[in-house]
Nanobody, 119 residues
Framework: QLQASGGGLVQAGGSLRLSCAASGTIFSLYAMGWHRQAPGKRRELVATITSSGTTSYVDSVKGRFTISRDNAKNTVYLQMNTLKPEDKAVYYC???????????????WGQGTQVTVSS
């Protein structure tokens, strides 16, 4: 239901833009976000954006990453600038979705997309 794309290999200082589109039956799309997991480390929350556009970031990416969303396309983006080797990780998108009126909000995850930053 969530399809992420945009990962790849980039040199330090470079940029990448991740996209994640929600598809299928969607009644309401609430908060969306990006998480990442580096080898040997726990998964961490990178950035979130509410349905009204309020954003939050982990300190390590503030000023370098920007999360945005296109509600008409049910898509969330993560623009990553000034990438550092420590940003290397598998990036996952997640979203809170109500699939039908009257149902509970569920938390959905996309498949990961690899981001590799060479020094």
């Amino acid at each position: 239901q969530l399809q992420a794309s945009g990962g790849g290999l980039v040199q330090a200082g470079g940029s990448l833009r991740l996209s994640c589109a929600a598809s299928g039956t969607i009644f309401s799309l609430y908060a969306m976000g990006w998480h990442r997991q580096a080898p040997g480390k726990r998964r961490e929350l990178v950035a979130t954006i509410t349905s009204s556009g309020t954003t939050s970031y982990v300190d390590s990416v503030k000023g370098r990453f920007t999360i945005s969303r296109d509600n008409a396309k049910n898509t969330v983006y993560l623009q990553m600038n000034t990438l550092k080797p420590e940003d290397k990780a598998v990036y996952y998108c997640a979203a809170d979705i109500k699939v039908e009126r009257g149902t509970r909000v569920g938390n959905y995850w996309g498949q990961g997309t690899q981001v590799t930053v060479s020094s």
